[in-house]
């Protein structure tokens, strides 16, 4: 097997269609993650089939080509614009006898870069080590077994087995840090909800301008720059909103079409910030070509880390490219649905604080509460929540409760079934926990 070069600034890059022709709006964005990554681009192939070969994923010919470039340009290292299974990537190294990296390899690697933060490093660690464990399968002479034989049997295990064991052994410490890390975030979260400071979380594509946009809205210095994957560790900063309540801006990692989803579990505390959030400020780029697809790319994660259901606005962002004025779009109800802005120049950013204010001043239940004596699991969840501001006990022994939460959290608990299955009937519970002002 071939011995893994510690640089791979040489690039070749490959990018197949599937019964389509080429996606040059994907293949744009495949150089621009290469060139995060500091790959130095010689070469672009490109390649249509019908289904992927099960063996070198782009068909035995176009691999001899691949390979056949490979030796003329001096290519150190060939990335696909693909996921490739181990034996793929094993049998393309073999082939090219140069190294091989899929899409999540190269995603893997920027993200390792940009690590800043101590949680961060954390992160992107344990997501490249479960990535790596999958690929120990001979993908290197030194870790293939003992032979077997006279004088060649011992109870020792090999090279492949020792090195499975300590990654196994360094995940589990990342995961007890990590775990750590996100209880403090929780305690951090808990003592917002008690002081009654909503969370608004920035969330988009990657290089939408979420960064730029958290700049304008706070005051804040957190790097921005117009590439892929520029922010990667969660800042939070606090918003004064004029006529509002004051809430905290978190500015997150963006999303990308086939994110790794070792990725999306590693870095699962920092996007607990945006499932938790009262709002999701949705950052779009408004002259991208796929917006929509971008769009539906952030959705789904959204949805796969539990944060579908939290209130959206969506930020139409880099109006200014499109020589476009600032403007609010509202729905039949009178919500506001978009904001169409310009985070670069500021244009329409106090349109977007504005519509901050009204959705957080609209989507909050203030009032009381009448709890009878059983609902007592349903009293310490509003503490915990931070959402009780008063409480005193009523003639009957009732609690009347005076809470402020969002309308989103009241119905989580409405229709919870440890309170409408085990406490009271729904019928009684919708009369007993009622609000009375």
Known sequence: MIDRPQGGERTLLVHLDVRTGVDPERLREFRELADSAGARTVEVITAVR??????????????????????ETGAEIAIFNHALTPSQERNLERLLCCRVLDRSGLILDIFAQRA?????????????????????????THLERQKGGIGLRGPGETQLETDRRLIGV?????????????????????ARRRAEVPTVSLVGYTNAGKSTLFNRLTGAHVYAADQLFATLDSTIRRLELDGGPPAVVA?????????PHDLVAAFRSTLEETRDAALLVHVIDAGHEERESCIEQVNQVLEEIGAGVVPQIEVYNKIDRLGMAPRIDRDATGRVRRVWLSAATGAGVELLAEAISEHLRRDTF???????????????????????????????????VEVSLPLRELAVLRAADEIAG?????????ADVACVS
């Open 50 to 71: 019908v289904a992927p070969d099960p063996r070198y994923f782009v068909g035995s010919g176009k691999a001899e080509e691949i390979g056949a470039r490979v030796r």
């Open 116 to 140: 800043r933060s101590f949680e961060g490093k954390l992160q992107v660690e344990l997501a490249q080590l479960q990535h790596l464990s999958t690929r120990l399968v001979r993908g290197w």
């Open 170 to 190: 360094r995940i589990k410490a990342l995961g007890q840090r990590l775990g750590k890390l996100r209880r403090q975030r929780e305690q951090g979260r808990r």
């Open 251 to 259: 500015d997150t990692v963006g999303f990308i079409r086939h994110l």
């Open 422 to 430: 085990r406490l009271l009937p729904e019928p009684e519970f919708l």
């Open 366 to 400: 203030e009032g009381r509460l009448r709890l009878p004596p059983a609902a007592g699991r349903l009293r310490a969840r509003l503490y915990a929540l931070g959402a009780v501001r008063s409480e005193r006990i009523g003639t009957d022994g009732a609690w009347l």
